[in-house]
C-alpha cells in the first residue's frame, strides 16, 4: 500500500500553462491522484480574487492557501478558513519605515474587504488591466492588511528585495514572484507556515509531502517538503534546492510528473 502523499503546487508558472489557466492533461491527472486517496493544496502568491476563478475544475476538496501563506480560502463556501494579516498599525510603520529609505516607493494592500492600489502604483504597472482586482477598495491604514505590495521604478523583483530586506528588518517576510514589486506578508507567512498549517490540520507532514515551484516566494514551501519538484522554467535558486526536476509548465510538468509516480506506482 502507497503512503498517503500531500501534493502542493503554486500556480503561476508552475500548474498554470502560458494562458494562466489549468490544461486538461493536467486536472485529469490531479483527478486521478485525489481518487487514489492523496490531498492537493494549492499554495499561491495570488490573492483568491484573481486565484478561485481558474480553479473550479480542481477536485472539490482541495485546499486553497492564498497570498504567499496569508490566508486559506475555502471556494466551496467562499469564506476566508484563517488568516494571518500584518496590523494595520504595523503597515502604517511599514510604509513610513520604506518611504524614508525609498521615497519613489508606491504600495498596494488586500485586505479582508478587496484590493486596493495607489495611483502611482497603478500608473508605473501600465494600468489597473495589469494587476490583480477584486473585493471593495479600501483607504490606506483602515484595516488589517493581508498583503502589502511595494514597487520603485529603480529596483525590480530580487533587487527590490534585497533592498528592502534591511529596511523592513524582520517586521514582515519579503518575497517576489517575478512580478516587478515585491510582496510583504506578516512575520513567519510565507508558503512555508500556509502550507505547514493546512498539512496539520489534513494530518500530513513534511516527510510526506511533494511540493512542486519554480520562482522565489516558492523557495519557503519546497525547503520545507521533503520532496521539492523544481519546475523545467524555474530560477536556478530554485533549481539549486530542490530535489528533482520536471519539465516546464508549459509542457504540463505537474501532469507528467505525478503521472510517472502513478504509473510507477508510487503514488
Known amino acids: 500500500m502507497h503512503q498517503k502523499r500531500l501534493i502542493a503546487v503554486d500556480l503561476d508558472g508552475t500548474l498554470f500553462g502560458a494562458d ?15 481518487q487514489r486517496g492523496h490531498a492537493i493544496v494549492v499554495v ?26 496569508a490566508y486559506e480560502y475555502n471556494q ?6 484563517w488568516s ?27 485586505t479582508a474587504n478587496g484590493l486596493s492600489f495607489e495611483q502611482k502604483f497603478i500608473n508605473e504597472a501600465g494600468g489597473a488591466h495589469t494587476l490583480e482586482q477584486g473585493g ?26 534585497r533592498e528592502l530586506l534591511p529596511v523592513v528588518n524582520g517586521s514582515a517576510e519579503v518575497s517576489t514572484s517575478g512580478a ?6 506578516a512575520p513567519g507567512v510565507d508558503k ?27 523557495l519557503p514551501m519546497l525547503q520545507w517538503a521533503s520532496e521539492s519538484v523544481a519546475m523545467g522554467n524555474a530560477l536556478d535558486e530554485v533549481k539549486a534546492i530542490s530535489t528533482t526536476q520536471t519539465t516546464s509548465n508549459v509542457d504540463e510538468g ?14
Open 136 to 161: 471593495t477598495l479600501e483607504a490606506f491604514g483602515k484595516s488589517d492588511v493581508l498583503k502589502l505590495y511595494v514597487r520603485s521604478p529603480r529596483f525590480v523583483r530580487g533587487d527590490l528585495q
Open 76 to 81: 466551496t463556501s467562499e469564506t476566508t478558513v
Open 44 to 69: 499561491t502568491g495570488r490573492s483568491a480574487h484573481s486565484a478561485i476563478s481558474r480553479l473550479g475544475s480542481l477536485p472539490a476538496n482541495a485546499r486553497i492557501v492564498c497570498s504567499n501563506g
Open 254 to 267: 505537474v501532469a507528467a510528473h505525478l503521472q510517472k509516480k502513478l504509473q510507477n506506482g508510487e503514488l
Open 84 to 110: 494571518a494579516p500584518l496590523s494595520s498599525t504595523t503597515v502604517a510603520l511599514l510604509r513610513d519605515r520604506i518611504m524614508k529609505n525609498l521615497a519613489d516607493a508606491s504600495f498596494g494592500w488586500e
Open 20 to 34: 494562466h489557466q489549468i490544461s486538461p492533461r493536467t486536472v485529469e491527472v490531479l483527478h486521478a491522484v485525489q
Open 180 to 185: 516587478p514589486f515585491v510582496e510583504l506578508t
Open 192 to 218: 512555508a507556515s500556509g502550507l505547514a498549517r493546512v498539512a496539520a490540520d489534513l494530518g500530513y507532514t513534511a516527510n510526506n509531502t511533494i511540493a512542486f515551484g519554480d520562482n522565489l516566494n516558492d
